[in-house]
T-cell receptor, first 110, second 116 residues
Framework: SQQGEEDPQALSIQEGENATMNCSYK?????LQWYRQNSGRGLVHLIL?????REKHSGRLRVTLDTSKKSSSLLITASRAADTASYFCATDAGGFKTIFGAGTRLFVKA | GAVVSQHPSWVICKSGTSVKIECRSLDFQATTMFWYRQFPKQSLMLMATSNEGSKATYEQGVEKDKFLINHASLTLSTLTVTSAHPEDSSFYIC????????????FGPGTRLTVL
């Protein structure tokens, strides 16, 4: 079964606005990762945050992790039409395998 | 970054035939490879984990006799969908890791399987 839940399931915003996606998981983790997937394509790794980290930045991306609430958020600032994609969080579920959340479909209108 | 390829990128086959999908790590040795299935507008569901030289570990509900996985070398894993049926039509994605808990997985571009 999947580890995580994400919300919102879908998000539509205007170019230039910020997009925030949330992810919750069920069991303890060593790390949490965010991935992006364009329609019908493979996954692109965006960022990894370890369980002892609370926040991480990469370009226009900001990820937070709250292990007490078992949740993470991905913020994309100053969104662009090219950011339109599905975004997934994934956890290591305490082992070697990666378990994905349900994903958020982001649509950025130009 | 590390590159993982999949072949073929898409395949159409008749019901009852078998289809083999290859996953290769091009510039690193993949101790562990993972196979996922993704239905339209859904997330990736882990099917199995394969370690080089040993039998794959299948997730609950995945038929090991239907989805044969071979990880014969540190750079190649194959998934064979045996006696494919239309309900097996999906996007199959592999990923590879050089091993170690929490190591980054590198994903292949996926294979679109359509069974007529």
């Amino acid at each position: 079964s999947q580890q995580g839940e994400e919300d919102p399931q879908a998000l539509s915003i205007q170019e230039g606005e910020n997009a925030t996606m949330n992810c919750s998981y069920k069991t303890s983790i060593n790390n949490l990762q965010w991935y992006r997937q364009n329609s019908g394509r493979g996954l692109v790794h965006l960022i990894l945050i370890r369980s002892n980290e609370r926040e991480k930045h990469s370009g226009r991306l900001r990820v937070t992790l709250d292990t007490s609430k078992k949740s993470s958020s991905l913020l994309i600032t100053a969104s662009r039409a090219a950011d339109t994609a599905s975004y997934f969080c994934a956890t290591d579920a305490g082992g070697f395998k990666t378990i994905f959340g349900a994903g958020t479909r982001l649509f950025v209108k130009a | 970054g590390a590159v993982v390829s999949q072949h073929p990128s898409w395949v159409i086959c008749k019901s009852g035939t078998s289809v083999k999908i290859e996953c290769r790590s091009l510039d690193f040795q993949a101790t562990t490879m993972f196979w996922y299935r993704q239905f339209p507008k859904q997330s990736l569901m882990l099917m199995a984990t394969s370690n080089e030289g040993s039998k794959a570990t299948y997730e609950q509900g995945v038929e090991k006799d239907k989805f044969l996985i071979n990880h014969a070398s540190l750079t190649l894993s194959t998934l064979t969908v045996t006696s494919a049926h239309p309900e097996d039509s999906s996007f199959y994605i592999c990923s590879a890791s050089s091993g170690g808990r929490g190591d980054t997985q590198y994903f292949g571009p996926g294979t679109r399987l359509t069974v007529l």
